[in-house]
């Protein structure tokens, strides 16, 4: 095989039903023929979404052009430490709700992937031994949940729904406001009889609640009517992010994605446990014993970007992935470090090897760039992030 020094992706749409229609073929020319939900594009080497590159006029499969490489393409450090690409970016486009969700730490998912594999389970709650930290950066305002509120205010929330059949869990909460209190409270909101849900549910679209607060509930009401998941926005943070923000979620923090289109990266895994605003398989018991029942501030949901040289650094506290997003550029020059994958978010750019090597992609194309490549320059019109380990 000839030596390249960029290799352009094709990715794997997932047309999950929660995804856009419009999104990803009007903002990132993504084909949609048939106006069908568009809901991920995956960039990377997860069985479950392989990316693929041209060798010699032919499709290959991204882990296979690493296998034949894995030092000069991964770069040594990320071969010996995680010996394949270790992280997944996505874009994601949700015109309604995800799941609510958490994704397990790493010795959970091993052990999980085990069980799966020896049960052979045909909906396993586990798809791979990896965790799943994640970042998404928003690209239009992006409203999530995530993270548990403060157990005062959860309290506060709940005595404002008023709903007679919550009253001694919400009173067992006030007497034990820590997480065992929080778990317990919680494992009783999943499990509420058909009467205390439909009651809960009736009350909730009506309680005195603030208009933000009032306008996820509703957009949660409006798809999953019978779901407890519609209570949610009482006890996570409901959060809007902006066009260029970020946030990171740990493995164990419970959230939601409602609503936008963002880029994602986590750690190469497909592991989500639910607990509700789905058809997918639930499983409450999986997902409380991977769930962190710790409630998080406020202020510290938001990433805040090192800016060096017109690249904002996301400094993300795992190994698994590092995250940069460029504004626009006139011939950069560039490093790889390990195994990169680059994606065109608006504009286009030029990708440029001393060797003679050229790319140019177009907004939402994405390539690959091992990390033999070494010294490359970048021109861009628009913004561009980069993913790497
Ligand atoms: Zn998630």
Same mark, same amino acid.
């Given at each position: 095989m000839s030596q390249h020094f960029f290799y352009p992706l094709s990715t794997v749409v997932k047309p999950y039903?929660? $995804? #856009? /229609? #419009?999104a990803l073929h009007q /903002?990132? !020319?993504?084909? %949609?023929p048939d106006a069908q939900p568009q809901a991920e594009l995956w960039m990377g080497v997860h069985p479950a979404g392989m990316s693929q590159v041209m060798d010699q006029g032919t499709p290959l499969a991204l882990s296979e052009l690493i296998a034949r490489d894995r030092k000069g393409m991964l770069g040594a450090a990320t071969a010996a430490r995680f $010996? +394949?690409?270790p992280y997944l970016m996505k874009i994601l486009a949700a015109d309604r709700a995800l799941s609510i969700q958490v994704h397990p730490q790493k010795a959970q998912a091993e052990a999980g992937y085990a069980r799966a594999l020896r049960a052979n389970?045909?909906?396993? +709650?586990? %798809?791979?031994a990896n965790h799943k930290p994640e970042l998404v950066y928003a690209i239009t305002p992006f409203i999530a949940m995530n993270g548990f509120r403060d157990v005062a205010d959860i309290v506060e929330n709940f005595r404002l729904l008023a709903v007679t059949a919550l009253s001694p869990a919400v009173d067992a909460l006030a007497q034990q406001p820590d997480a065992v209190g929080l778990k317990v409270f919680f494992s009783t909101l999943m499990q509420l009889s058909a009467d205390a849900k439909a009651a809960a549910l009736k009350r909730v679209v009506s309680a005195p609640f603030d208009d933000a607060l009032m306008a996820v509930i509703q957009q949660l009401y409006q798809h999953y009517? !019978? +779901? &407890? $998941?519609?209570? &949610?926005p009482l006890y996570l943070h409901c959060i809007t992010l902006q066009p260029g923000e970020a946030m990171f979620l740990y493995p164990g923090t419970l959230h939601a994605y409602v609503q936008g289109t963002a880029v994602e990266i986590m750690a190469s895994s497909d592991n989500v446990l639910r607990a509700g605003l789905t058809d997918k398989k639930i499983n409450v018991e999986e997902l409380i014993a991977c769930t962190t029942f710790s409630p998080i501030s406020r202020t510290s949901l938001l990433m805040e970007p090192e800016w060096q040289e017109g690249q904002a650094h996301y400094p993300i506290p795992i190994d698994d992935f590092r995250f940069t997003v460029l504004n626009a550029n006139e011939a950069l020059p560039m490093q790889t470090r390990s195994a990169e994958i680059v994606l065109v978010m608006t504009g286009s750019a030029t990708l440029t090897h001393p060797a003679g090597d050229t790319l140019t992609l177009q907004t939402g194309q994405s390539a690959f760039i091992p990390a033999a490549t070494q010294n490359w320059t970048l021109t861009n019109t628009g913004t561009l992030c980069r993913a790497y380990s």
């Open positions: 039903p929660w $995804g #856009s /229609r #419009s /903002r990132f !020319h993504v084909p %949609n $010996g +394949d690409l389970e045909d909906i396993p +709650d586990y %798809n791979d009517p !019978h +779901d &407890a $998941g519609v209570l &949610a």
